[in-house]
């Protein structure tokens, strides 16, 4: 166990400290404020014993910033003058989880060490035990979602930017669950219990009705996690019924993911553009990665962050970025795509930057039907 000992006495620190050692306890001393304040922003500590009646920074201000920084550190004050109705305050808070009043002997001291350390494990064990069955519970709520229809795409037009036609529609997730009733919330479920590739199972069958649904020649464009990518054989799995509309569906991947963290993406990539689908590279402008992302996947398609897109034909700076995403585009054959269009004056700067095409609700909203 490590502790921390506050106290301006040094004797009583050298004894507390010889006690503890006797005891196995790793122990460290700090003879004022500053000095315990450097000391628990550098280590950490599985208790401290700190004295109320310090300079400034007192024993309360000292357990109240270790709390904040070291929540699971037992805090003991320890002083012979306590002001009740503060350190009662204190206590209330959880700021303190013991109180030692001076004189005292060290056995009640070890006590009150070994009585706060169990029960901080006590509180911890019923802590795991709670958060376990809240798991297991999304665990079921996620099942249900995914096998019972709960699930279901909704789909964006995207527009010609140039004739104004329809060129094709992004599917967007949307769910009826009561509990996971957002997409982020589904797909936070699905990572947190390794259930993407179900989760992208359902979709690639949505999307597989989809494609029947919409007349010929539209495109439909789908999420993929960057998560899926590392797993080829599911990939093959899950899109070799799709391959004979592979040149109608596009394959967005997502720049605010780490992509480029993924293990084994590349030979999913490279199966996928083989198989004619082509990728998009979606809210591009939103991560860390964009040049690299740009670099490594040769997409097809630039997904232009709605950030980027908000207020475009006010601000010049985004204007200018875009003009060099499409210039960057024309060079490598790709088409840049603006997202979160939504008036007028957005839609026809767009079109003189020379963007390929436009989304977003000037165009219309996702929905159920088409």
Known sequence: MRVLVVDDDNNLRSVLRAAMEHRGCD????????EALRRISAEHYDAAV????????????ILRQLRTAQ??????????????????????????????????RLEALFNVLEEALAERGRLEQIYGRAQQDVLEQQRRELDACISSCMLQLAVQPLIEAGSGTLHG???????????????????????????LGPLADWIALAAADWLNKLPQGLLLFINAHPRELADLPAVKRRFEPLRAAADRLVIEITERSNLLEETDWRAAILWLSQAGFRIAIDDLGSGYNS????????????KVDMSIVRNIDREERKQRLVELLTRFAQATGSRVVLEGIETEAEATTARRLGVDLLQGYLFGRPALNV
Do not use: I
């Not at 122990?27 to 500053?34: L, M, T, Y």
């Not at 350190?87 to 959880?94: Q, S």
């Open 291 to 302: 040049l690299a992302v740009l670099a490594e996947l040769q997409p097809a398609f630039l």
């Open 27 to 34: 122990v460290e001393e700090a003879g004022d404020g500053p």
């Open 50 to 61: 700190v004295d109320y009646q310090l300079p400034p920074p007192d024993g309360l201000e």
């Open 71 to 104: 929540p699971r550190c037992v805090r003991v004050l320890m002083s012979g003058a306590l002001d009740l109705p503060v350190v009662m305050g204190a206590v209330n808070r959880g700021e303190v989880s013991r109180l030692v009043a001076k004189p005292f």
């Open 169 to 195: 529609y992004e599917a967007l997730l949307r769910s009826r669950h009561p509990t996971l009733n957002t997409p982020l919330r589904v797909l936070g479920a699905a990572e947190t219990h390794d259930m």
